[in-house]
């Protein structure tokens, strides 16, 4: 890429990194995982840049990367899994975890990844039904539905605790 290129591509990620990643922890759960995510989202991205730049709404091109990076993510199998001599290191979270974000957290993991990737961008990424169906590459009925069979498995799984998703989003912030 040319140097006006780079300064382009620069230009849009410098403010949108927090962003992302805020949907990736969403996504995932794991800040480690989120920046992992991100930051393969942000390769691909840069390696079609020329292409992609020209697009008319480039945020929703984005979301659309990092979701389907997520999904892939989920369907790779046991292979990816990295064994070690030792337990690694991991570092003391800076605040204890809240009780309702680990309770919604461990409902969302037990729904499938697609129906768990559109309760996300719906309700805590504030996405509108159109712009999900854009980045899921499917129809906005298929959202509507995937909200709906979503919703009921979440319900069930918090045993009805949860009336809306909207006591799930300020769970989890």
């Known amino acids: 890429m040319d140097d006006s290129s780079d300064a382009a591509y620069l230009a849009y990620f410098s403010g949108r990194l927090t962003a992302l990643r805020r949907m990736a922890y969403l996504l995932c759960g794991d800040g480690d995982q989120a920046d992992d995510l991100v930051q393969e989202?942000?390769?691909?991205?840069?390696?079609r840049w020329a292409r992609i730049s020209r697009v008319d709404n480039l945020d929703a091109y984005v979301h659309t990367v990092l979701v389907r990076t997520f999904l892939d993510e989920r369907r790779r199998g046991w292979w990816r899994v990295s064994l070690l001599a030792s337990a690694p290191d991991h570092p003391a979270p800076a605040h204890p975890p809240v009780e309702e974000r680990t309770v919604v957290r461990a409902a969302l993991a037990r729904?499938?990844?697609?129906?768990?990737a559109v309760l996300i961008l719906r309700f805590l990424c504030d996405l509108p039904v159109a712009?999900?169906?854009?980045?899921l590459g499917c129809s906005p009925g298929t959202v509507k539905s995937q909200t709906a069979h979503g919703l009921s498995?979440?319900?069930?799984?918090?045993?009805?605790?949860?009336?809306?998703l909207g006591d799930a989003r300020e769970a989890s912030r």
């Open 41 to 47: 989202t942000v390769t691909k991205v840069y390696a």
């Open 111 to 116: 729904i499938p990844p697609r129906q768990q």
């Open 131 to 135: 712009e999900v169906a854009e980045v």
């Open 153 to 164: 498995k979440l319900r069930r799984s918090l045993g009805g605790s949860v009336n809306t």
